[in-house]
C-alpha cells in the first residue's frame, strides 16, 4: 500500500518530513508513530492507520516542501512481501510510459543521469544568481532534491569558470569585438563580489504560512485601531495579594486575558468573526482567546477556551503549560486552531506600543505594551489635585471595521479598563 503525505491542518497544502521514527523493515501496528511532519502549523506525529511493514521509505528525513498526497513511504501485510518492493521504486513525478518501453527509458535515464544530474527544478536564489550572471541554466548540474538547482551548484560553476565560459558562448557576438569583452569582463568583476554578501535563511512552514496570511490579513481586512493608556498600579496591586495572602502567582498577561474575555463576554458584537461567503459577520458562541508566542520556527497562537469563565490562576497555569508545548513543537491541531480574539504581549520587552496585525478570521487583536512610570496629576483623598508617580500601559486595538466600529471597540477598552484596575 502506497501511503501519501497527509494533510495534517485544514490549510496544510505541502509539509517537511523532519524525522522518521520507523525504517524500512520495521513491523507497524495500527497507531504507531510512523514519522514527525512540519505542517504549516506546528511539528506533529504521523499515526499509521493500518498494520504490516514498513516496506520502503519513498521520501528521506530532510526533505521539504512535499506536497500533499505525494508517496511518501510503501507497507505490505507481510514481511515476505518487503523483498518484492523494488530498490527503486518511485511513486513521483510524471505518469509512466508503457510497459514495452520502460526498461530502455529506465537505462537512458541512469546513464544520463551518472553524466549530469537533471533538473527539474531552480530555487529563487539559484535564479538570481543565473540571472545576475547571465548564465544557461541547462548547462549547469543540479544536486539538490529531486533534481533542485541551488545556489550552492552556481556558486560552484562560477569557481570553477565553466558557468562563466558557457554564459561567454551564448552571448558571444558573431565578430570579434575587444570592447564588449572590456565591458564583459568589468561588469564580471563588478558583480561578482555581491553573490557573497548575503545568505539566503530558508524558510519553515509554519513562517510561510504566517507570512501568506499576514500579507491577506492587511490586504483584505480593513484595520481600525484604537488606543488607550492604563494605569496599571491597581493591577500589580492584586497581583501582589494574590501572591502574598493567597500564594497565587500569575502574570500581568494573566490578568490581561482574563479581562479582556470578560469585556468580550459583555460586547458579544466584538466577539465575532468575518464569513466571506455570507459577506456578514458571525457572532461567537464562546470567547476562546489566541496568545501570541514566539517560538524558534515561528509565531504560535495556543489557545485559551472559555477564558471568561476560568479562574485567573487557571489561565495561568494553562498558558505556561501551551507556551511550553508550542515552543517544543508539540501543539495538537486542537489546540491552536480556531480562536475568537488574539493577545499579543510585547511588554517583556522595551516596546511601549504597537499594532498588531488581526489573526483572520478573527475580529481583532490587542497589542500589549510595556508599563511606564508617569508623573501625571492624581486626585487625593480631600479633593485636591498632586503630582504623583503612576504606572502606565498602554494598550491597541486592531479592530476589523467590517465587523464593529469605533463605538463597539470604546466598550471593549471600556469593559476591559474596568477590570483591569
Not at 548564465?135 to 548540474?141: R, T
Not at 539538490?144 to 538547482?149: D, E, H, I, S, W
Not at 552571448?171 to 548575503?198: E, I, L, M, N, Y
Not at 468580550?264 to 466571506?276: I, M, S
Request: net charge negative.
Amino acid at each position: 500500500m502506497v501511503i501519501g503525505m497527509p494533510a495534517l491542518s485544514p490549510t496544510m497544502n505541502q509539509g517537511n518530513i523532519t524525522k522518521w521514527r520507523k525504517q524500512e523493515g520495521d513491523k507497524i501496528e495500527v497507531g504507531d508513530v510512523i514519522c514527525e511532519i512540519e505542517t504549516d502549523k506546528a511539528t506533529l506525529e504521523f499515526e499509521t492507520l493500518e498494520e504490516g511493514y514498513l516496506a520502503k521509505i519513498l521520501v528521506p528525513e530532510g526533505s521539504k516542501d512535499v506536497q500533499v498526497g505525494q508517496p511518501i513511504y510503501v507497507t505490505v501485510e507481510e514481511s515476505d512481501d518487503i523483498e518484492k518492493i523494488p530498490a527503486d521504486t518511485s511513486f513521483g513525478g510524471d505518469h509512466k510510459e508503457d510497459e514495452s518501453s520502460g526498461s530502455a527509458a529506465q537505462t537512458v535515464e541512469v546513464d544520463a543521469a551518472e553524466q549530469s544530474p537533471v533538473m527539474s527544478r531552480i530555487s529563487p536564489a539559484a535564479k538570481m544568481l543565473i540571472k545576475e550572471h547571465g548564465l544557461n541554466a541547462s548547462l549547469l548540474k543540479a544536486s539538490g532534491p529531486r533534481g533542485t538547482l541551488l545556489k550552492g551548484d552556481v556558486l560552484a560553476a562560477l569557481k570553477s569558470g565553466t558557468a562563466l565560459s558557457s554564459a561567454k558562448e551564448k552571448t558571444a557576438p558573431a565578430a570579434p569585438s575587444p570592447q564588449p569583452a572590456r565591458d564583459s569582463q568589468v561588469h564580471s568583476q563588478t558583480t561578482s563580489p555581491k553573490s557573497g554578501t548575503f545568505e539566503d535563511i530558508t524558510n519553515t512552514q509554519i513562517r510561510k504560512v504566517i507570512a501568506k496570511r499576514l500579507l491577506e490579513s492587511k490586504q483584505t481586512t480593513p484595520h481600525l485601531y484604537l488606543s488607550k493608556d492604563v494605569i496599571l498600579d491597581p493591577l500589580l496591586a492584586f497581583r501582589n495579594e494574590l501572591k502574598e495572602q493567597h500564594g497565587v502567582k500569575v502574570s500581568v498577561n494573566d490578568i490581561v486575558i482574563k479581562a479582556v474575555a470578560l469585556a468580550l463576554r459583555n460586547v458579544p458584537e466584538a466577539n465575532a468573526y468575518w464569513d466571506n461567503l455570507k459577506e456578514e459577520a458571525q457572532k461567537c458562541d464562546s470567547v476562546d482567546i489566541s496568545i501570541a508566542v514566539a517560538t524558534e520556527k515561528g509565531l504560535m497562537t495556543p489557545i485559551i477556551r472559555n477564558a471568561d469563565q476560568k479562574t485567573i490562576s487557571a489561565i495561568s497555569s494553562e498558558v505556561k503549560q501551551l507556551a511550553e508545548k508550542a515552543r517544543a513543537g508539540k501543539l495538537a491541531p486542537n489546540e491552536f486552531q480556531g480562536g475568537t480574539f488574539s493577545i499579543s504581549n510585547l511588554g517583556m520587552y522595551p516596546v511601549d506600543h504597537f499594532c498588531a496585525i488581526i489573526n483572520p478570521p478573527q475580529a481583532g487583536i490587542l497589542a500589549v505594551g510595556r508599563g511606564n512610570k508617569v508623573v501625571e496629576p492624581v486626585m487625593d483623598n480631600d479633593g485636591t489635585e498632586k503630582a504623583a508617580v503612576v504606572t502606565k500601559m498602554m494598550l491597541t486595538l486592531s479592530a476589523d471595521h467590517r465587523i464593529f466600529d469605533g463605538q463597539v471597540g470604546g466598550q471593549v477598552f471600556h469593559g476591559a479598563g474596568i477590570e483591569l484596575q
